[in-house]
C-alpha cells in the first residue's frame, strides 16, 4: 500500500537542471521542497524565491542544510566534477540521493560514491530519465522476453549533427570531458542496461575535437554562445568495448559531424534483433527475426503505445520510493559499469591503445 506521508526534498545545486527538478516535484502536493544550497552567493535565494522555499532554508554551504533541515532525500544538480562529496556526504547522514547523471566523470569518485552507498541501506539514484521513456521500456520488455535470445553485439549511439553546448559543458576542469559525459552517457547506460549490464573488460577508443576548434566566430546552439578557443573538451568519441560475457559493443558519441546520422542503436541477438528509433520517429522500436515463420524474415513493432514523459516520470518513482521504502528504480550497480566503461575509453583515448578495465569498487 502506498504511503501517504510527505516526503522533504533538498536541492544541491541550484544551475538550471536544479529548476527542472523543482517543476516536477511541485506536480506532486505530497512533496515538500525544504532547503536549497548552493555555493555561488545569491544563487540558492534566487532559486528559493522562484519556488517558494523559505528564506531560513537557503544555504551557500550544503553541509548546514543536512545538519539542520530535517531533509529525507536530496537531489544533487552541481556540475559533473562536483558529485562526489554532496553524495557521499548526503548518504553518509542517511539522505536517499536522486544525482544528476553522469554518476561522476573519475572513477574513483565512482567509487567513493558506490562504497558508500552499499552500507548506506538508502536510495542512490542515478538520474538517466530515459530509462521511464515509452522506447526504453517497451524495449526493456522485449528483451526480458527472452524474444532475442543471447545479445552478443550492440552498437550505442549519441548524435548531434550541429548541438555543442556552451558554458560549463565546455570546460574541463568543471564537465570533465565533453559529448561522451554529456549525451554519450545516455546512449551508453541504454545499450548496457539493455544487455544485461555486463562487466566491461577491455576498451579501445579515439576522441577528439574534431569540428568545434574549426569554427569560426560566435556559433550558436539553442541558448548557448561561444567561440572556438572555449571548446576544452572532445565533440567526438567512438570506441570498441568488450564484455566479460563475450558480448561486444561499438559507442559512437558526437555533438558536431558532417553527417545526417551515425546510424541507431541497435542489438543482435541469438534469436532476433532489435533497433531504437530517434526520438519522435515511429515506431520507436524495431524487432527482426528470421526463419521464425518457416523461411521467411520478419520485421515488426509495437503497436498502440502510451507515450510517458520520462523526465516527470524520473521525479515521481524517485519521490515515490522515498516515501514507500522502495529499493532504487535504478539500480546504481549498473550505472557504475558505465563509469567504468567511461574511464576505459578516456584512458585509451590518450594513450592511443586498447586499456583493461577494472570494475570493482
Not at 545569491?42 to 530535517?70: C, H
Not at 567526438?236 to 558480448?247: K, L
Amino acid at each position: 500500500m502506498s504511503s501517504q506521508r510527505t516526503v522533504k526534498i533538498g536541492i544541491i545545486g541550484a544551475g538550471g537542471i536544479a529548476n527542472t527538478h523543482a517543476r516536477y516535484y511541485r506536480q506532486h502536493p505530497w512533496i515538500d521542497l525544504a532547503g536549497v544550497a548552493d555555493i555561488v552567493p545569491g544563487k540558492a535565494a534566487a532559486f528559493a524565491s522562484t519556488w517558494g522555499i523559505p528564506e531560513n532554508r537557503v544555504f551557500e554551504d550544503y553541509r548546514q542544510m543536512l545538519e539542520t533541515v530535517d531533509l529525507e532525500a536530496v537531489s544533487i544538480c552541481t556540475h559533473n566534477m562536483a558529485h562526489r562529496e554532496p553524495t557521499v556526504d548526503a548518504l553518509t547522514v542517511g539522505k536517499h540521493v536522486l544525482l544528476e547523471k553522469p554518476m561522476a566523470v573519475e572513477l574513483e569518485d565512482a567509487r567513493a560514491i558506490m562504497r558508500t552507498w552499499e552500507g548506506s541501506g538508502k536510495i542512490l539514484m542515478v538520474g538517466f530519465q530515459p530509462d521511464f521513456s515509452t522506447q526504453y521500456q517497451v524495449a526493456k520488455q522485449i528483451v526480458d522476453s527472452g524474444a532475442l535470445g543471447q545479445i552478443y553485439y550492440a552498437e550505442s549511439v549519441a548524435f548531434r549533427r550541429w548541438g555543442v553546448p556552451g558554458g560549463s559543458f565546455l570546460k574541463k576542469s568543471i564537465a570533465g570531458a565533453g559529448t561522451l559525459v554529456d549525451i554519450g552517457c545516455y546512449s551508453l547506460h541504454t545499450t548496457m542496461s539493455l544487455m544485461g549490464d555486463p562487466r566491461p573488460v577491455t576498451v579501445s577508443a579515439m576522441t577528439g575535437n574534431f569540428l568545434a576548434s574549426r569554427s569560426r566566430g560566435e556559433q550558436k546552439w539553442g541558448r548557448f554562445r561561444w567561440h572556438a578557443e572555449d571548446v576544452e573538451v572532445e565533440d567526438f568519441a567512438t570506441a570498441f568495448v568488450r564484455f566479460e560475457n563475450g558480448a561486444v559493443m561499438v559507442f559512437k558519441s558526437c555533438w558536431a559531424a558532417n553527417a545526417d546520422s551515425i546510424g541507431r542503436p541497435f542489438f543482435l541477438g541469438t534469436q532476433g534483433g532489435m533497433a531504437l528509433n530517434p526520438h519522435g520517429v515511429n515506431p520507436p522500436v524495431e524487432v527482426y527475426f528470421n526463419h521464425h515463420i518457416g523461411d521467411l524474415n520478419v520485421t515488426c513493432a509495437p503497436q498502440g503505445l502510451r507515450e510517458v514523459e520520462d523526465w516527470p516520470e524520473k521525479i515521481r518513482v524517485f519521490a515515490e520510493a522515498v516515501r514507500n521504502d522502495l529499493p532504487s528504480p535504478i539500480d546504481p550497480r549498473g550505472v557504475f559499469l558505465t563509469n567504468v566503461a567511461m574511464d576505459g575509453m578516456l584512458r585509451s583515448a590518450e594513450c592511443g591503445h586498447e586499456v583493461q578495465v577494472d570494475s570493482s569498487y
